[in-house]
């Protein structure tokens, strides 16, 4: 592509976005309001999730054995379930010392109560989401009597993030569907703005291509200028709310690290781009079809 | 050049535009089709630059079959064909300079190739001095003159003329008619629609008539009516 040509697309591009400036705010508010909505509803997915994971991984299934059967059996039973992340045996002279320690009792003491608890498995899963099916099938392993988990509070978290996720995608269905029609709109009132160009276009033998790319062009810089504010918003009220939350929740911990935001944010701003790129594509196939 | 075998074409809404035309056109012909409003003259020329297709027929431009091509290759036929309409289609807010660079810049020419074509294109038409100038500057034969420019800035082999003095008095039309003619003494084929009675009486080049999208006369050197 030459440099002529380039110059030639850009212009096209941005000769629309500059005749019609409030369109195209019009439509760059859309995808950011749209963005910053979706994006919101997966923060609080991935918040949840992120502490149903941390629950869970408190959460191990502890597996009381029966008298006498051999923990390595029971444990390679155990393995053969997929769900299963990890097993690790723990005797009941262990166990003892860890609830010495944990309770800060003199373990001395105890031995001489004699030692009341059984010799145990705990099993990691390796989806929270699984925890109280593996739980109920590793009850039914041979040689263990009792399998259990401090449940209840990992499932609550599950449902209400499996709420938030269905609500999110079916808000964020509505929503992608309506930022795709404005987008698609905008580029028609391009289109039809320039009607003359694009026929003389097609006369004289411009590709298909060349004659769409300016379009193209457009809608992407709406997605990317709507994701851009999207993001910039929605991340600058996540950090305030993580250092609230810091401050006056000592119980909610929201999942922040670099790593995690610049993601997020390229994802925000992806989408918007991805936005643009369908809306005007969907615009020019509807309304330059002869094209 | 362009070659017709036994077309006709009929409107989805049954009209008949043309019905079974044959015609041979070779390199560097100047023809007139002349025949009454809604004769078929334009259909005709659309069908050269694949704006229509055939309902049954052949249409071969340059040894190739227009019809059968695809629709991704049109803009590479439309390369090799030049275009002028009685409306000129020129854009307001370019100058007659960029109205000309404009057909350039959709074929992805650079800004050189550009630089050298255009002022050729515009002296051809004698408008070398009015290139900074807006369309609604120019009077309507000067605005049909950047039209051939732009048509033939690309140095098409074909130039397409749809009643290209059809909004224009007398005595430009016969300057454009002139022009035309030139044009095609450079070795371009020049097919113009028109029913200017008056020029095509006067140029004496060969007149194809059409009625009702019948194809009833083909004379050489032939005058708007029977003689």
């Avoid at chain 1, 593996?134 to 990992?154: F, L, M, R």
């Avoid at chain 1, 033998?205 to 993001?231: D, K």
């Avoid at chain 1, 610049?262 to 918007?272: D, E, I, R, S, Y």
């Amino acid at each position: 592509m030459s440099l002529n040509t380039f110059e030639f697309l850009a212009s096209q591009a941005s000769s629309a976005i500059r005749r019609n400036p409030m369109v195209t705010i019009a439509a760059i508010t859309n995808v950011a309001v749209a963005l910053a909505i979706l994006g919101a509803f997966a923060l609080v997915a991935i918040n949840l999730h992120h502490m149903a994971a941390l629950e869970a991984q408190s959460a191990v299934i502890t597996c009381e054995l029966d008298e006498g059967a051999d923990p390595a059996d029971v444990e390679a039973a155990l393995l053969l379930d997929m769900r299963v992340k990890g097993t690790k045996f723990v005797t009941r002279d262990q166990a003892l010392e860890n609830l010495a320690k944990k309770w800060d009792f003199d373990l001395n003491v105890l031995k001489a109560m004699g030692n009341p608890l059984p010799d145990t498995i705990l099993v990691y899963v390796s989806d929270p989401e699984e925890i109280g099916a593996v739980a109920d099938a590793a009850g039914k392993v041979e040689g263990i009597g009792k399998a259990w988990y401090p449940e209840q509070i990992t499932e609550k978290i599950l449902t209400v993030a499996r709420g938030v996720k269905i609500s999110g995608l079916v808000v964020g269905a509505i929503l992608i569907l309506a930022t795709l029609t404005v987008i698609s709109t905008t580029i028609r009132l391009t289109i039809y703005a320039r009607r003359r160009e694009i026929r003389i276009m097609q006369l004289v033998g411009a590709t298909r291509w060349f004659i769409r790319l300016p379009f193209l062009l457009e809608g992407l810089f709406q997605g990317v200028m709507g994701g851009l504010v999207a993001a910039i918003g929605v991340m600058t009220g996540y950090i305030y709310l993580e250092a609230y939350a810091e401050q006056n929740l000592q119980f909610v911990s929201l999942y922040t690290t670099t790593d995690f935001l610049v993601l997020f944010g390229a994802g925000v701003l992806l989408t918007g781009a991805v936005f643009g790129a369908v809306g005007s594509l969907a615009g020019i196939r509807q309304y330059l079809r002869t094209v | 050049m362009i070659h017709l075998e036994g077309v006709s074409v009929v409107y989805p809404s049954g009209v008949q535009a043309l019905n079974d035309v044959s015609l041979h056109i070779g390199r560097g012909e100047f023809c007139f089709i002349v025949g009454s409003s809604g004769s078929g003259k334009s259909t005709l020329l659309q069908l050269i630059y694949r704006e229509l297709s055939p309902t049954s027929g052949r249409v071969v431009f340059d040894g190739q079959d227009v019809a059968q091509l695809p629709a991704a290759k049109v803009p590479f036929l439309r390369r090799k064909i030049g275009i002028v309409f009685q409306d000129f289609r020129l854009l307001p807010d370019m100058t007659v300079w960029e109205n000309v660079g404009f057909a350039l810049d959709v074929l992805g020419a650079t800004r050189r190739e550009k630089h050298r074509k255009v002022p050729i294109s515009l002296e051809l038409v004698g408008l070398g001095e009015k290139a900074a100038s807006f369309p609604h500057e120019l009077s309507g034969g000067e605005q049909q003159r950047v039209c051939i420019a732009r048509a033939l800035v690309n140095g098409p082999p074909v130039l397409l003329c749809d009643e290209p003095t059809g909004n224009l008095d007398p005595d430009t039309s016969w300057d454009i008619v002139e022009l035309l003619s030139h044009i095609s003494e450079t070795g371009t084929t020049v097919l113009m629609a028109t029913h200017d009675k008056y020029i095509v009486d006067r140029l004496r080049k060969r007149v194809v008539n059409l009625v009702r999208g019948t194809l009833v006369r083909d004379d050489q050197t032939g005058t708007y009516d029977v003689s």
